[in-house]
């Protein structure tokens, strides 16, 4: 045969690269194998010489020796293993899998790996929202265990590869003859290594668990639903990897006075009758603690908002601030004394002037022709 026989086999060029040797491999792989063509001997033989020329072309070094001298150059037999049957196409698959599963397939399992995050809610009052605080949290997490340096094995050293997957944490099963299955290895649990002589203090974990007391300094105007973000503080990274984050997730209690909308307050405040008609003002606590002045303008209706600039909440991590609207509640006297009495009957004459009372004329005028 001539010294191409091998491309040719694969219908690639000499100068083909290793992708397109690999490709035109699985085709012919595909192609011919007994799987797809039972009992076809031709086909079976075809299979056997496809998967002889691969071995040849995939080894850059037998590959240059056979360009030079042909199959002479090989040696005799190509390649330890022979020509067999058995086994190729599980070859093929393999590889084909490999790069399914991002390429990692048949190879090693990573042996250190970063821990995983962490999460905790933290419940703040609105005044600590306004100021801004340090709260001190306990969370339940991992650490690395001292004895063994996080190894898990009782000498302290990095253990022994899986004997089972050889350190790739996976195992294959070809079924049915065409289809490949990976699972976790059973033996390591996916980790690739194996631990026969553990760590009398963490029982081969690498790992113990404990309450962490950590200290969380909280920003003035933080919002329900921030998260803060506390670097290294998840649990342990497994065999020297890093660790993993603790997030903490805020949640702002309901305040039995104020509502909050992003930096804005909102309350309600009841004033007299007399207040609302003649104008006055209230006091209530402010959310900083000192007493805010709320002015009642003269004929101030129920429901009206009144506007307190700047006595809102923090804007985040700022010392400006938004503002506090006071919905006015007029409450209306339930039990009077003689003298009210005696003075809302005057006040009652005096308001038939309709110049002093706009609205109620507006709405009678409106509903008049109802009445005809």
């Known amino acids: 045969m001539p010294d191409t026989e091998y491309y040719d086999l694969l219908e690639v060029s000499k100068s083909a690269s290793q992708d397109e040797i690999k490709r035109a491999f699985r085709k012919q792989a595909l192609k011919y194998h007994p799987d797809r063509n039972p009992g076809d001997k031709e086909a079976e033989q075809k299979f056997k010489q496809i998967n002889e020329a691969y071995e040849v072309l995939k080894d850059e070094q037998k590959r240059a020796a056979y360009d ?9 037999n ?34 250190s790996q970063r ?13 600590k929202a306004f100021t801004g605080c340090e709260e001190e949290i306990v969370i339940p997490t991992t650490e690395t265990c001292e004895k063994c340096h996080g190894h898990g094995t009782k ?18 099963r070809q079924q049915g003859g065409f289809f490949v299955f990976e699972t976790v290895c059973p033996t390591c649990g ?96 402010g959310i900083d603690g000192q007493k805010v002045e709320v002015k009642i303008p003269a004929g101030t209706q129920n429901d009206a908002l009144i506007k307190v600039k700047g006595e809102g909440m923090h804007q985040y991590d700022s010392e400006k601030r938004g503002d506090l609207y006071v919905s006015v509640k007029v409450v209306i006297p339930t039990k009077l004394t003689s003298k009210q009495k005696e003075l809302m009957e005057a006040f009652r004459d005096e308001s038939k002037d309709e110049k002093t009372q706009p609205e109620i004329k507006g709405f009678f005028d409106k509903i008049a022709d109802m009445f005809k």
């Open 68 to 76: 030079h001298y042909g199959k002479a150059g090989l040696g005799g």
């Open 115 to 127: 821990g995983s995050d962490l999460r905790y809610n933290l419940n703040i009052s609105l005044e």
């Open 190 to 285: 996916g980790s690739g290594f194996a631990i026969t002589d553990p760590c009398p203090e963490c029982k081969g974990a690498g790992q113990r668990k404990i309450n962490k007391k950590l200290k969380i300094k909280i920003k003035p105007g933080i919002e329900t639903n921030m998260r803060i973000r506390v670097a290294g503080e998840g649990m342990a990274g497994i065999h020297g990897g890093e660790n993993g984050d603790l997030y903490v997730g805020i949640v702002v209690e309901p305040h039995k006075l104020y509502e909050r909308n992003g930096d804005d307050l909102y309350t309600a405040v009841p004033v007299s009758v007399s207040c609302a008609i003649l104008g006055g003002s209230v006091e209530i606590p």
């Open 155 to 172: 000498n302290g050293e990095k253990p022994a590869e899986c004997p089972t997957c050889h350190g790739s944490g996976k195992v294959r």
């Open 78 to 111: 190509p390649f330890d293993g022979g020509f067999g049957f058995s086994g190729g196409f599980a070859d093929v698959f393999n590889d084909i899998f490999s790069e399914f599963m991002g390429g990692n397939a048949g190879g090693r399992a990573s042996y």
